[in-house]
């Protein structure tokens, strides 16, 4: 017995002494005593901003939100939220009121861009449930808009940076008249907006018919990595072959393939779209203005390959934004758009 009391009383001196000299300086020692846990340091993903911890009233976030303990990998690397036509929800679809204001959602067939200062939410609201029934999820590209269908999607743009990406609106918020939106803490990374908090942002919504055709050039994508045993990419990086896709449009496609010079090893040239290969100039030409003049003037160019004519769109810094023009085509020009990679002189 007097044994375990003077035991218990030289601990407790020794760790009287680590914490006096913890306390002193302006360098304190911290102190490792055995048998205690060690705690692994937390290592910061690259491009990831160090904000302050949820609660701490120090962030560019609101009160007691913030940043998760534990962010998944990776997160620069999400790719946009994969578009798909759901039918919109009746009872999150209804005219609502929040403090007093009544917020009345558009209709499905309405489009809507706006602009204005957008925010993000994360670990306050992290697994609950959003407006339509789904659970929040701040590491995934999701959205809350106060009018805009749910679910629907939209694509927002950094109006400092230029950043865009896709998102899924599946809540509603924020119910600020100085706020247009709060996206997802992973969404507000790839804005460039997670440091300040806010940013101006544009969010334009993506339509229906659009959502149709970026979900059949997803689709025939799949197919033709298949056809050629080729991994299928994640979505938003996959080729293009049309907005429809049948047996027609896959010969059309493996010969285009097999005759395109520019089929090698990739060059410094960038992304683009191919558009059409026409046996006569004058074809080419009359395409390139059509386009020109359904699409406000984008790059276009035709250029001779044999005796072939190819019409290209670009270029695309990256296969995403090349996939994404394509998706945006005017359906009436019934193109096949095919991504390459050029290398130009």
Not at 85 to 98: A, K
Not at 200 to 228: F, N, Y
């Amino acid at each position: 017995m007097t044994a375990h009391v003077f035991h218990r009383a030289g601990a407790c001196t020794l760790l009287a002494a680590l914490l006096a000299l913890a306390g002193c300086g302006s360098n304190p020692i911290v102190a490792s005593l055995p048998g205690a846990p060690k705690v692994k340091p937390h290592k910061r993903e690259p491009g990831v901003p160090d904000l302050p911890p949820a609660g701490s009233g120090r962030g560019g976030y609101y009160k007691d939100d913030g940043p998760g303990d534990d962010p998944p990998p990776n997160l620069m690397q999400t790719p946009d939220a994969e578009v798909r036509n759901d039918p919109p929800l009746p009872r999150s679809n209804r005219p609502y009121v929040v403090f007093g204001k009544t917020y009345t959602p558009i209709p499905n067939d309405q489009p809507f861009t706006q602009r204005g200062m957008g925010t993000w939410y994360g670990k306050k609201f992290h697994g609950q449930r959003t407006s339509s029934g789904e659970l929040y999820d701040m590491y995934k590209m999701s959205a809350a808009h106060p009018t805009l269908p749910i679910p629907s999607y939209a694509r927002v743009t950094n109006l400092n940076t230029g950043k865009t990406v896709i998102v899924r609106v599946n809540d509603r918020g924020p119910f600020h008249s100085s706020r247009v939106i709060d996206v997802s803490y992973t969404a507000a990374l790839k804005l460039g907006l997670l440091g300040n908090g806010s940013s101006q942002l544009e969010v334009t919504r993506i339509m229906p018919d659009e959502i149709e055709r970026m979900v059949a050039a997803r689709k025939a994508g799949t197919l033709i990595a298949a056809i050629e045993g080729l991994p299928v990419a994640p979505p938003g990086t996959v080729p293009v072959l049309s907005a429809t896709t049948g047996p027609d449009d896959i010969e059309n496609f493996l010969l285009a393939r097999d005759a395109a010079p520019d089929r090698a090893a990739p060059g410094p040239g960038g992304f683009y779209l191919q558009l059409g290969a026409y046996s006569r100039e004058e074809s080419a030409a009359t395409m390139r203005e059509r386009l020109a003049s359904a699409t406000r003037g984008s790059d276009y160019e035709v250029v001779q390959a044999g005796t072939l004519y190819r019409l290209y769109g670009g270029p695309f810094g990256s296969r995403e934004e090349a996939a994404n023009a394509a998706a945006r085509l005017p359906p009436a020009l019934r193109l096949k758009p095919l991504i390459v990679q050029r290398q130009v002189n």
